[in-house]
């Protein structure tokens, strides 16, 4: 019990300087331990006689699920003894491909208690997708739903089939799980380094990698995650993020669950802002996290007319435009916070709860890491790649890239984890979020960061989303180009490119100027974030393309010129 022992009392700290973050960064030191299991060691001892609820489930048609802390614990025992039935042994590795739905943590915790390794996968990936998973990720079981089980019928291997709900021939019902014990015979002790999950990457760049995390690096890891939600025992708390990806694991299970907070989830069909905002309203949520596409949409409504029971909002996943952060807290007088971090990583930096916001900045490094920022030559910067001091031995950082120690090496090179996104630091240590270093580009030799020029864009009441990428120019070499995505009631014509042209031209110095736009939808992954790649491609083939339909350049309007 001295993993367990250790976590809590580091957890415990982290609760009690939830608004002191000098004291909190100053005297936090991460657990550590030989042997630690979160799910048998700390979960199932937070669990016992626990009543209160530890997941809340609510469908779009009104019906509802919930469990206690108690309740899932004896749950998980149970769907760990019938997995074990089914061949899941100590190392081998789950595909797990469910939606939000309860049996989804059910096996999280019953594959952690046995010692396996869980690939989460979205419900959206396709039978390529989950061939390259199957191969690479060296399946050797697949949980599913039965409107999945078609896309594994072509892909070859001897690996077990579970289906939850009604299942076909050759696979097995997961409903055979209600008849196991709920009492657990523990397999041995599980060393912390063990591997835990294995997320495959958006692939934004390229092709995704494989991100290995070990029972700490996670588990105890996304204490620093708790610690910049600023969650609190007995809070519900909402992430408003689809399985599969990091970013579930982060807030729809290790942050909350690590706090004693209720894991909220409200399942729709297709999105819509109004349904969130009356969901707000009518559950005691009091905690929201949820991308900055959602935050978009979000202030396109009339948000005061919401009754919300809000403490906290937080944005994830990309970096918030400042516009809004000023909606949010215009409407609701909350302080909407950034934070950043990486699949491979838990919450590095972040704005916590009770400190200063400056308008455009991600906030300060967070307990428990050091960060750098380097520049090309790897030396201290005022501006430069976001990295990881390995020194300080980050519990929170991935064990490596699974299959590719050349890449591991690669990014751990010189002392540090490279993260490749750049990023600037001011005199009291706020780090402004600069752009992927793929993503920023130079044109007449000045530096452009996208993500600057689209905060700007987004101002504009007509436009929803927008990605700035470089477009090939003679006398510029290149030039920055927008492409945007309308809000409702806006339609795309010279007039709307012409005001919104004229409107950053008005904000932004003669060398940032957007000077080029194109109306389009934005190219996304399956997780939601901008594939600039992609239209860097499309930008960097315009010799054989020429003009692009519902495309503007500044030099149509001589007034603008």
């Avoid at 030799?445 to 007509?462: G, K, N, Q, T, V």
Wanted: with cysteine.
């Amino acid at each position: 019990m001295q993993g367990a022992n250790a976590f809590r009392a580091a957890r415990d700290f982290l609760l009690e300087n939830r608004s002191d973050y000098e004291r909190a960064v100053a005297g936090f030191v991460w657990p550590r331990a030989e042997h630690f299991n979160w799910a048998l060691d700390y979960f199932d001892d937070y669990a016992r006689g626990n009543e209160r609820l530890a997941l809340w489930v609510v469908e779009e048609d009104g019906r509802q699920a919930k469990m206690s802390y108690e309740e899932l614990s004896l749950r998980s025992n149970q769907v760990a003894n019938f997995l074990r039935q089914q061949g899941v042994a100590r190392g081998d590795r789950i595909l797990l491909m469910l939606g939000n739905e309860v049996a989804l943590w059910e096996i999280m915790l019953a594959a952690m208690k046995l010692g396996a390794v869980i690939i989460p996968a979205s419900t959206l990936l396709t039978e390529t997708d989950l061939a390259d998973r199957l191969e690479r990720g060296r399946v050797r079981h697949v949980i599913t739903g039965p409107e999945h089980t078609a896309k594994f019928a072509s892909l070859p291997g001897g690996y077990t089939r579970v289906c939850v709900g009604a299942a076909p021939d050759s696979w097995i019902d997961y409903a055979r799980s209600r008849a196991a014990e709920n009492t657990l015979e523990v397999p041995g002790l599980t060393l912390a380094t063990d591997p835990l999950l294995l997320y495959f990457t958006s692939g934004t760049t390229a092709k995704p990698k494989l991100v290995l995390h070990t029972h700490e690096s996670y588990p105890v890891g996304h204490l620093s995650t708790m610690y910049w939600i600023g969650l609190r025992e007995g809070d519900v708390h909402w992430n408003i993020s689809s399985p599969g990806w990091a970013k579930h694991a982060w807030s729809c299970l290790f942050a909350p669950w690590n706090a004693g907070a209720t894991v909220f989830i409200y399942n729709y069909a297709r999105f819509a802002a109004k349904d969130i905002l009356a969901t707000l309203e009518r559950f005691p949520v009091t905690t929201l996290c949820a991308p900055p596409t959602v935050w978009r949409m979000l202030i396109q409504e009339k948000l005061e007319d919401y009754a919300i029971h809000l403490r906290e909002v937080i944005g994830a996943g990309e970096p918030l435009n400042p516009e809004v952060i000023a909606r949010i807290e215009a409407a609701w007088g909350l302080t909407l916070r950034d934070g950043y971090g990486q699949t491979e990583t838990t919450a590095q930096i972040g704005n916590s709860p009770g400190q200063k916001l400056k308008p455009g900045s991600m906030g300060r490094v967070l307990p428990g890491y050091r960060i750098a920022l380097l520049d090309s030559e790897d030396q201290p910067a005022d501006e430069g790649e976001i990295c990881i001091d390995l020194a300080a031995t980050p519990l929170s950082l991935m064990s490596g890239y699974d299959g590719d120690p050349g890449k591991t090496a690669d990014v751990m090179r010189h002392g540090y984890y490279h993260t490749g996104d750049i990023a600037q630091r001011d005199a009291e240590g706020y780090i402004t979020y600069v752009g992927r270093a793929d993503d920023v580009f130079k044109a007449s030799d000045y530096r452009i960061s996208p993500f600057e020029l689209e905060s700007i864009l987004i101002e504009h009441p007509a436009v929803a989303e927008a990605a700035v990428v470089p477009s090939p120019d003679p006398l510029r070499l290149a030039t920055p180009k927008a492409y945007v995505t309308l809000a409702a009631g806006y339609e795309p014509g010279a007039e709307l490119a012409f005001a919104i042209l004229s409107f950053t031209r008005e904000r932004l110095a003669p060398f940032k100027r957007v000077r080029r736009l194109e109306f389009s939808n934005l190219p996304k992954t399956i997780s939601g974030k901008i594939r600039r790649v992609e239209l860097r491609k499309r930008e960097a083939a315009r010799l054989e393309t020429g003009r692009f339909a519902n495309e503007y350049f500044e030099e149509d309007f001589p007034a603008a010129s």
